[in-house]
Nanobody, 126 residues
Framework: VQLQASGGGSVQVGGSLRLSCAAS????????LGWFRQAPGKEREFVAA????????QYADSVKGRFTMSRDNAKNTVYLEMNSLKPEDTAVYYC????????????????????WGQGTLVTVSS
């Protein structure tokens, strides 16, 4: 599967953005999906994940209550709605897909994801 992230941009503190990740090549319904981000000079970190059915989501503590991840298997797309953005949310955001059966146990583990999109830059300024 190929993943294409989009929707990044520049926004002021408190603003909102909606990231999209479109899949091609295979049905996205086969995969657990996650969003990660990497700020300059920092390691890539987990942001959010969603199970194949969309029935369960997980979030990093830093984004809980502000970010919402969803998926539309019919459109082969996953989304990350980001509200109340802060300067520390500035990063390149990556979507990723996992094939492992026990995905929900390993959502925050980079190695659990086999496929990665190219990233989209989010910049939050004060």
């Amino acid at each position: 599967v190929q993943l294409q992230a989009s929707g990044g941009g520049s926004v002021q503190v408190g603003g909102s953005l909606r990231l999209s990740c479109a899949a091609s090549g295979r049905s996205v319904s086969r995969y657990g999906l996650g969003w990660f981000r990497q700020a300059p000079g920092k390691e890539r970190e987990f942001v959010a994940a969603i199970t194949r059915s969309g029935s369960r989501t997980q979030y990093a503590d830093s984004v809980k209550g502000r970010f919402t991840m969803s998926r539309d298997n019919a459109k082969n797309t996953v989304y990350l709605e980001m509200n109340s953005l802060k300067p520390e949310d500035t990063a390149v955001y990556y979507c990723a897909a996992s094939e492992i059966p026990d995905f929900i146990m390993l959502t925050q583990t980079l190695g659990a994801y086999k496929y990665w999109g190219q990233g989209t830059l989010v910049t939050v300024s004060s």
